[in-house]
């Protein structure tokens, strides 16, 4: 296998973008991509999008982005995962790349949930329609279940929960791609009307629109293009069942988990080697599961996390120091790829006030649905 | 919903049939022909007891639009004798005392209506065991 850069970026802001299509959003961020890195074609073109079919009726995304994007010709195929399209988008640029059938990939994610959507539904199409969506249950209400059942096992608190809320938004405001660049502060999360018990809604990431690209090429020929490439080393993908009540431990997000193994043992790292890490904060609960599956935090710590400052910029491990889904926005398509940019920033010491001091390892961990899929990439900067 | 899908869950929805693997004595809940757990292709046919206890739960306050006139509602993932597992609304009480480890019967309930079409579609509800 060859190794893998990112050597250029691009993401439109993410929030609620009326005036732009799906097709703006994606031309948009593909563009900037390519501009970064002086790049004029790409041979291939991932396109990571949860449902376009859903949100705006529009499928058969690959040769429309392409075509938008003056590109009709090129190889270009749309990628399915849920939540988790875009770190999948990302994963199949790499391997292409990598096993040498392409030297210019660009990977993507977009996303339009603003266009009148029953958001609710289309969302929950991710969760096992026959076992869960037809009894009655909600996106959020599937995370309030994990979030329960984590809180059954262990001293998890709501506040422990409404902290990650708070860190995300302090380091949001800082981000001006961000859709919430404003702090909240405890007691508005505390106070915030209640989802699902014990979820409120400012443990919710929000509604967004938004597009993300990265361009990838060998890391031999990255020079071409940008004097500070960051190298893909690790990359796993893993799945678990589908429906909640399948699951051995509905507090355990075993996907996570194996994607994370599997990234570790190709990068040959531990998790005590990674120093910045963006990670799926869908909702809060999430963030502090995930933290503890990829092996960041051990369990205690990673629930205190928020609260001590330990995750926060400038703590031992920051997380989402791009305000996570929950500030940055989740235009759900778009996150793995907006993800992986923070990290790409973090790395070349691009990220301006969100800046983890000689960050040289970096990690993202993307899941679909309630944790049925999860993708993580861990990057170097060279 | 179309009705088509509908009809093929009955033995489901309406019997809570799952399946026993011979090899491992996993239950799966709906039936399978694959075990979960071990992949064995030999499974017995086995009805699930009508009572369970709550894994875990949660209270809906922002429901579906099929299901806005019931909420705020409890949702529980039930684990029977037999060791499945199902979702569940749990209805017939208060659902803020509805907590891991609550005791439940399974009940014959309509669920929801299909599409426009209004065609009623059943299933089976946990209310508390003596509520
Ligand atoms: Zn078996």
């Known amino acids: 296998m060859r190794e893998v ?96 059938m392409s030297d210019l990939v660009l990977a993507t994610g977009v996303e339009k949930m603003t266009d009148g959507a029953d958001v609710t539904n289309v969302l929950a199409s991710a969760a096992d329609q026959e076992n869960e969506v037809y009894h009655g249950i909600t996106f959020p209400g599937l995370y309030a279940m994990i979030a329960r059942a984590y809180m059954t096992e262990n001293d998890l608190t709501e506040e422990d929960i409404s902290w990650v809320a708070v860190k995300n938004h302090k380091h949001g405001a800082m981000n001006p791609k961000a859709q919430f660049q404003h702090e909240v502060t405890l007691e508005q999360v505390m106070n915030s009307t209640m989802v699902s018990d014990p979820l409120r809604l400012l443990h919710c990431s929000p509604v967004s629109d938004g597009a993300a690209a990265v361009l990838l090429c060998p890391l031999e020929q990255a020079r071409k293009y940008t004097d500070r490439p960051v190298r893909i080393v690790g990359s796993g993908l893993a799945t678990a069942p589908m429906a909640l009540a399948h699951r051995p431990d509905p507090a355990r997000l075993d996907a996570v988990a194996r994607s994370a193994e599997r990234a570790y043992g190709m990068a040959h790292v531990t998790p005590g080697d990674i120093q910045v890490a963006e990670v799926h904060d869908c909702f809060s609960i999430a963030e502090i599961c995930c933290i503890e599956a990829l092996g960041l935090l051990e369990r205690e710590a990673a629930v205190k996390g928020a609260v001590t400052g330990c995750t926060a910029l400038g703590g031992r491990i920051p997380v989402n120091t791009s305000g996570g889904l929950k500030a940055k926005g989740h235009p759900v398509g778009a996150t793995g790829i907006a993800q992986t940019i923070e990290i790409f920033e973090q790395l070349r010491g691009e990220a301006g006030d969100r800046q983890v001091e000689g960050a040289r390892l970096g990690l993202t961990q993307n899941m679909g649905g309630s944790g049925a899929s999860s993708v993580v990439h861990i990057f170097e900067g060279v | 919903m179309p009705s088509p899908r509908y009809w093929r869950e009955i033995p489901n929805r309406f019997r809570l049939e799952a399946a026993r693997c011979t090899g491992c004595g996993t239950v799966a809940f709906p039936a399978r022909t694959i075990c979960p757990k071990c992949r064995g292709r030999e499974l017995e046919s086995v009805r699930l007891s009508r009572h369970g206890k709550v894994v875990t739960s949660t209270v809906v306050r922002v429901a579906p639009d099929e299901f806005m006139m019931e909420a705020p509602y409890a949702m529980a993932v039930i684990e029977t004798p037999e060791g499945a597992r199902l979702m569940t609304q749990v209805v017939d009480c208060d659902p803020d005392t509805v907590g891991p480890g609550m005791e439940v019967d399974l009940v014959f309930r309509l669920i929801r209506k299909e599409d426009h079409g209004g065609i009623l579609c059943y299933g089976h509800k946990a209310v508390p065991v003596g509520g």
């Open chain 1, 5 to 100: 850069a990112i050597v250029g970026a691009g993401m439109t802001r993410f929030g609620e973008l009326w005036q732009s299509s799906l097709r703006d959003l994606f031309v948009e961020a593909a563009d900037e991509a390519l501009r970064a890195a002086g790049a004029d074609h790409v041979d291939s073109i991932f396109v990571g999008n949860m449902s376009g079919g859903q949100f705006v009726g529009q499928e058969h995304l690959g040769p429309l982005m392409a075509d938008h994007l003056g590109m009709a010709g090129v190889a270009a195929t749309r990628v399915e995962s849920a939540c988790a399209s875009g770190g999948v988008a990302l994963r199949l640029g790499f391997i292409e790349v990598a096993s040498g």
